[in-house]
């Protein structure tokens, strides 16, 4: 705008001012106009002439104005009280002039409080875990007598005759309640087919130790027992070839005197003797396959290669689906074996337009895409093409459909049958994560959950009193203990003591030493976080038990006694000398037969203290393990879950001790903390004063491994 517009503006703005103060004076005027007692003016007394300023404000005003879509006032925060906002406008009194002038003010914008962690955890919770049966860790139930009833357990005469005998007399928390679940009393719910009706899966999370293998050994016997025919009816997955050995032994347990054939597939043959083992007929195609075996345990790899390449080898007669160390092993993607192995066990979704040709082509052992692409084949049944039909029971019900059938007459071929598969998931940390749930594609799974007195709100029946935590949902039934189990709040063993030691990266070794000789640490198994660290340790161990037995030569050659500096070293060496600890390194990096030959050498406590890397932080039953060491602490909570569970285990005690560098103190507290096992973990002091008598055979022991690593 130029000067002489705004100058025109001005003078328009100075004649409106001026008109408005006239008619003003006149309706005083009229009023009769007071004069204060005091003189002074009241406040439409204005002067006379507006000043300059009045006039600059005024073409200021016009100017801007101009600019304006709408007018808008302006209002302070004071010039309408705050309680007149709340009061809705139908019924709020006749405003006076000046507050209707005034917009209401809103309150300044504030962040909402957030939302507790533990109203997250709940948000979306799956309606499957909302209904969990909550068992408290200490529930137990005897085995009942041989010749009297199963006591609601589902236990057949000859399964209690068999668990007595293997010096079982009762049942353990997680079995209380899933052996009922899995062998119910109607004999129609324990059939190997259920085509109309099948089984609901099922999830179990229970703690390290509790005898979660047992839980599906027994059921499986049990229901697999009345088979006639030998087909693949169990699959085991686990996650490492140690633990199908040792899943395989409880079965071979279990099952003497019942007949049933046990086989695994872990790599550890050749495929072709593997094959052999497996599979009864690899030349003739069979569409219902082919098995050697009722009950096959293995590691997911090695089952995708059958699957992929043995002829006749197929999962369509599965009654059930174990997958052990489900967290871990949902955790694996190789070579999408999930999907794969969930495909096996369902008809492909072929129309009933078949040819005889079909049937005699080899099986295929992986169903292209079975479940998504549907065949297009048409139905020529020619007297040339003519075969010899499979025999129906040779096809699971659900895959009848495979047959050559009429189609236009409805009949029990033609209805719809489901997979009587039952997938059974086990883990002490059992994930939520509810993608990897989903990708099990659960048929309305039922959860147990094996959860100690919660110190989140009301709890199992083994601390109804506690208090309830507020975000806590009142349907929910187990209260708190829910809301621990959806936070991944994982029970520990109730017999498992667990400590800390923080000290400095240089002090580490001479503190694992220090456990050993004064705190006793053998029959132990000792976590590191590499097979390489696992190597360093074990030949510095060996240095260290050579320095000492130096030394210990040493005194006896110069009959010292009272040597300055080495009195205190002298005594330690003396207190472990009658004890030779035998110390093995176990690591992936050791040829399978030397690792079973190890672990069985543990066993039989030949060995002492077994150092290893987390290969088998996992499932591992010894049951002499008296002490877990964590010498390199664990990153995430679900491996400390796991360490520390190799010991404790069955009701018996047990010590884990985690050495933290003082670096990762935060860490590792942090850790402890968010799972809310902070306050379950003491803190040991390790002084120098209790390490001075170790020093020096230490000393020596870092030289020598200098040594050895720089030669190498
Ligand atoms: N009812 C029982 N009575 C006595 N011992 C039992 C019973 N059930 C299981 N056990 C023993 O308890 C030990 C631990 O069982 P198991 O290996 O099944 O634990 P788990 O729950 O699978 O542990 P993890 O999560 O570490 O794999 C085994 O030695 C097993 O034989």
Redesign the pocket.
């Known amino acids: 705008m130029d000067g002489t517009a705004i100058a025109k503006d001005k003078t328009k703005a100075k004649q409106r001012y001026l008109k408005r103060k006239k008619e003003r004076r006149k309706i005083n005027k009229n009023k009769k106009p007071e004069k204060s007692r005091d003189g002074e003016d009241t406040e439409d007394d204005e002067d006379p002439e507006p000043d300059e300023e009045e006039e600059e404000a005024a073409a200021v005003e016009v100017a801007v104005e101009k600019n304006r879509p709408t007018k808008r006032r302006k209002v302070t925060e004071d010039s309408v009280p705050v309680e007149t906002l709340a009061v809705p406008h139908s019924k709020s009194p006749p405003p006076t002039p000046q507050a209707s002038e005034a917009l209401p003010i809103f309150p300044l914008p504030v962040l909402p409080n957030p939302p507790s962690k533990s109203a997250l955890a709940l948000q979306g919770l799956d309606k499957a875990l909302e209904d969990a049966s909550i068992i408290a860790p200490s529930t137990t139930l005897a085995i009942p007598p041989v010749d009297g009833t199963d006591a609601g357990t589902g236990l057949s005469q000859k399964m209690r005759k068999r668990l007595l005998e293997l010096g079982?007399?009762?049942?353990?928390a997680v079995?209380t309640s899933l052996l009922p679940f899995l062998l119910p009393p109607n004999p129609f719910n324990k059939a190997l087919y259920q085509p109309y009706n099948p089984p609901r899966d099922v999830c179990v999370s229970?703690?390290?130790?509790?005898?979660?293998?047992?839980a599906y050994v027994v059921p499986i016997v049990e229901i697999l027992s009345s088979r006639i025919v030998t087909r693949l009816r169990a699959l085991v997955i686990l996650p490492t070839r140690d633990l199908v050995m040792q899943v395989r032994e409880?079965f071979e347990a279990v099952n003497k005197g019942r007949g049933l054939k046990i086989g695994t597939a872990t790599g550890q043959h050749s495929f072709s003797h593997e094959q052999a083992q497996l599979i009864g007929d690899r030349d003739t195609s069979l569409r219902g396959g082919s098995s050697k075996v009722d009950i096959l345990i293995c590691t997911p790899g090695r089952l995708i290669d059958h699957l992929k390449e043995t002829p006749n080898f197929s999962l369509q007669h599965l009654r059930f689906l174990v997958v052990d160390?489900a967290d871990r092993l949902l955790a694996q993607s190789f070579q999408d074996w999930l999907i794969q192995v969930l495909a096996a066990t369902r008809p492909p979704k072929y129309t009933f337009s078949h040819t005889l040709d079909d049937l005699a082509r080899p099986l295929s052992p992986l169903p292209p895409s079975s479940s998504s692409t549907p065949t297009t084949s048409t139905s020529t049944l020619t007297s040339n093409t003519l075969h010899p039909t499979p025999t129906p029971d040779a096809l699971a019900p659900s895959f009848l459909q495979l047959l050559p059938s009429l189609p236009d007459v409805p009949s029990f071929l033609t209805e719809k049958k489901e997979p009587s598969c039952q997938k059974l998931l086990?883990?002490?940390t059992l994930t939520r994560d509810p993608g990897k749930i989903a990708a099990l594609e659960l048929r309305n799974p039922k959860y147990f959950v094996v959860q100690g007195p919660s110190s989140t709100g009301t709890s199992t029946s083994a601390n109804p009193n506690a208090a309830a935590d507020d975000d806590y949902p009142d349907h929910l039934e187990g209260g708190g203990a829910l809301l621990d189990v959806v936070m991944e709040k994982f029970t520990m063993p109730a017999t498992l003591k667990e400590h800390m030691v923080v000290c400095s990266a240089y002090q580490k070794p001479v503190v694992f030493f220090h456990l050993v000789h004064s705190h006793n640490v053998t029959n132990a198994l000792v976590f590191t976080k590499s097979a390489e660290s696992t190597d360093r340790l074990v030949r510095l161990f060996g240095f260290f038990q050579d320095a000492r037995k130096g030394l210990k030569g040493l005194k006896d050659m110069k009959g010292l006694k009272d040597m300055n500096g080495l009195k205190e070293s002298e005594e330690s060496a003396e207190s472990a000398e009658s004890t030779q600890i035998v110390v093995q390194a176990y690591s992936s990096d050791l040829p399978p037969a030397e690792r079973k030959s190890i672990l069985e050498k543990f066993k039989a406590r030949e060995i002492q203290i077994l150092v290893c890397s987390d290969l088998i932080s996992?499932?591992i039953?010894i049951?002499h393990v008296e002490h877990v060491v964590s010498y390199d602490s664990p990153v995430d909570m679900r491996k400390y879950v796991?360490r520390v569970?190799r010991t404790a285990?069955?009701g018996r005690e047990g010590d884990a001790w985690t050495l933290v560098e003082e670096q990762e103190a935060r860490h590792f507290k942090t850790m402890m903390r968010d799972a809310q096992h902070l306050s379950d973990v003491k803190r040991m002091r390790v002084g120098e004063q209790d390490l001075a008598g170790l020093i020096p055979c230490y000393e020596t022991a870092l030289a020598n491994l200098k040594e050895v690593y720089s030669r190498s």
């Open positions: 079982i007399t009762e049942l353990f079995q229970a703690p390290t130790g509790s005898g979660k293998t047992l409880t160390e086990f883990s002490a996992r499932g039953d049951s796991h569970g285990r069955a």
